[in-house]
């Protein structure tokens, strides 16, 4: 019959006639390319089919994740034991996790009861260990500290926590040798901890390997792209090799991040004024207004005369040798300054007590 049907006489066929010629050829698809309402099925409707054909030899084990022949989530059984020591593991790691927190916001209060429930909890733990041993080091017991930290790796070798202390106590101790086996190890179990990677690249810098500090704390920052201290670290590491300008943008990002401090700011504005970098002075301004360190005054004086603005300059410039005895360049440059804003300067000029050679130089200046 299709052989005798030719193209024109296909398009003027009516379209049901079509479907239902269709499935006459094909009867094997008919089931499971319509549907009861005569729309194609889906592929997850097909899918649904294909898995209810299996044989009961063919399904799952009833036993595993989900056991389709009743519908349900398989539970399996625990022992009494079993549950009583998963529960003691929770308890335990929660306060453990507290105790951290105690200890890093200085919660000292918290920390004896969550010592004494941790003993209870695990006596044996090395986690206990390595927290009387932070509490050892915080009481300035280095000696104490160091013979808890030994216990606590005894009983857990991977402790990276413990390997950080004992690495910051020989930092502290100048043994740097020990102390930088002890923070290879902890970056050893834990290889992108920030804390680990700033400690390491802080000894470095301290001891003056500042290519390997640079190189450490890039790596840092790549695990904590926000740590300030890092940055903090970072910009010194720069300025001591010479890369003013770069250690300038790692000071900006300091402060962008939170730190603060008078040292900071202090040594901020001073890599400021040696990159020349103006926009970086002037957001100082304001925070070196605030501090009570005679080298704001100077660095204010500084960065006023820098703009040509020279009765700020006098102003911190006088200030400053007011209170501190400063150098010969100090006090030329107030002169400078001072040259700019007060014809009679030679009075001020002559109350500095300072050798008469230069203050003959500088009245003729």
Sequence with gaps: MLANVNSRGLRNLHPLFLVFLFMALCPGLGANAVGSGGAPRSAMQADAAAQASLTEDEQTEPAAVFNQGAGEWFVPDFSRAELEATRQELDKSLVVTQLIHAFRFKAHTAVPGLMVRLEQLDPDSAELSYFKALLSYQNQKRGESL???DECLKRNPEYSRAWNLKGVIMSEASRKAEAVTAFQK???????????????????YRTG??????????????AKVNLSEAYYLQALILRDRQKVAAAVESFAAANQYGQTGDQFTLQYAETALQAKSRQHQLELIPRLQRLADSRALLY???IHHGFGEF?????????????????????????????HTNPYGERSIEQLKVEAAEK??????
């Design 147 to 149: 013979v808890w930290l």
């Design 186 to 204: 902890a970056l050893r179990w834990a290889p992108f901890n920030p804390v680990y990677l700033y400690n390491t690249a802080s000894l470095h």
């Design 209 to 222: 390997d500042l290519e390997e500090a640079e190189a450490l704390i890039a790596q840092t920052l790549q």
């Design 300 to 302: 204010l004086a500084r």
């Design 311 to 339: 009765q700020p300059a006098v102003r911190y410039y006088g200030q400053y040798l007011r209170t501190a005895a400063g150098t010969a360049a100090d006090r030329k440059a107030w002169v400078q300054a001072l040259a």
């Design 360 to 365: 003959e130089s500088l009245l003729e200046f």
